[in-house]
């Protein structure tokens, strides 16, 4: 797939598919094989040639990445400079003071053990996942600097920072030479903070966004329209999704969205994802996928990517409601 379904990120070189595949969930040594395999080709199949990972991703932590390397190396090693590979560190990993957070020796470490299980000499994005309160800015970023110096990674990033302290981690890569490729952040239709403050920093920065959650944590969609199903994040995950989490105010909500969805054409997560990426300086929106046909389903969703001012105003209407 080519045209429209690539944006390019921020002001770099670098174009981005639409849509992403994150391989948080599905992806682990306790979850089939052959199921991670079939969702992960069918979505290079479909031209997602974005694959996000972490070094906790599982369960247990470590495994998507080897989930990964594994598939990587059967059936994908010939198209490796297809790929656009990225992983994160920031949250815990590993046991002992130096496996979690923003210290120069946990990111470099982590970043080193990533590459081992994936196999790869180096990835296309690293992360720092989160801020640490206790370690200097310069610190962390300066560890981001050093692993594309060190020819670990190619481009950084950072994800969950909040705009002020963003603006700092932007202004500090800049000044070590590194500039930052990508903000991700959590950003739906229900949850919509970034628009404040964070989208117009990377906007004048130059500074692509990547969304994750574009679907409310499976709340903008209709698998909750008939209670919680038993195999639902909801109902066996609470990492992800609480049942408490799922209210009739906000089924309601989903609900009527669906309603506007189908007039567009658009099942309702084609239209959370249109809607989410009609926002600047958003590049691309991360999915998760438990079956090959919801990689299918997402993808879809770069057929209509506009809409009308009445359709944002009832849509607005909707959440507002």
Same mark, same amino acid.
């Given at each position: ?7 390019r ?13 994150g391989?948080w ?24 040639v974005?694959l ?15 989930? $990964?390397?594994?598939?990587l ?5 010939g198209h490796?400079?297809?790929? $656009?590979v ?8 590993? #046991? ?40 200097p800015?310069?610190?962390s970023?300066?560890?981001?600097a ?14 969950n920072y909040p ?26 239709m229900?949850?919509r ?5 964070? $989208? ?10 990547v969304?994750?959650? #574009?679907?409310?944590?499976?709340l903008?969609t ?8 038993e195999?639902?994040?909801a ?11 799922v209210?009739?105010?906000v089924?309601?909500k ?8 189908r ?10 994802l249109?809607w ?8 691309s ?24 001012r ?7 209407a909707?959440?507002?409601g």
């Open positions: 797939m080519t045209g429209p379904f690539y944006r990120c921020g002001r770099s070189g670098v174009e981005l598919p639409v849509v992403s595949l391989l969930h599905n992806f682990g040594a306790a979850d089939p094989f052959a199921t991670a395999r079939a969702i992960l080709l069918r979505a290079f199949d479909l031209g997602v974005h996000d990972l972490a070094n906790n991703y599982g369960p247990p932590y470590g495994s998507a990445e080897e989930t $990964f390397g594994r598939i190396r059967q059936d994908l090693s490796r400079d297809e790929l $656009f990225a992983t994160k560190a920031g949250y815990d990993m590993w #046991p002992g003071p130096y496996g979690n957070l923003g210290s120069r020796k946990y990111l470099l470490a982590s970043l080193d053990q990533s590459l081992r299980r994936m196999g790869l000499d180096r990835v296309d994005l690293f992360y720092h996942h989160r801020p640490d309160p206790e370690t800015l310069e610190e970023m300066g560890a981001l050093e692993a594309v110096r060190s020819g670990r990674a190619v481009q950084v990033g950072i994800s705009a002020k302290l963003a603006e700092r981690a932007l202004r500090i890569l800049g000044e070590l030479g590194v500039p930052c490729l990508v903000h991700q952040a959590r950003y739906s229900l949850e903070a970034p628009e404040a403050e964070l $989208f117009p920093l990377l906007e004048r920065e130059g500074v692509g966004a969304a994750f959650s #574009p679907l409310g944590r499976g903008i209709d698998r909750y329209f008939h209670g919680i199903p195999d639902s994040r109902g066996h995950d609470p990492r992800f999704l609480r049942p408490v989490d209210t009739e105010a089924v309601e989903a609900r009527r969205l669906d309603g506007r969805a007039a567009r054409g658009q099942t309702l997560a084609q239209m959370a249109s989410v990426l009609r926002r600047a300086p958003v590049t929106a991360i999915i998760g996928a438990s079956r090959p046909a919801q990689v299918d389903d997402c993808v879809g969703a770069a057929r209509n990517l506009s809409f009308t009445e359709e944002l105003f009832e849509i607005d909707i959440l507002g």
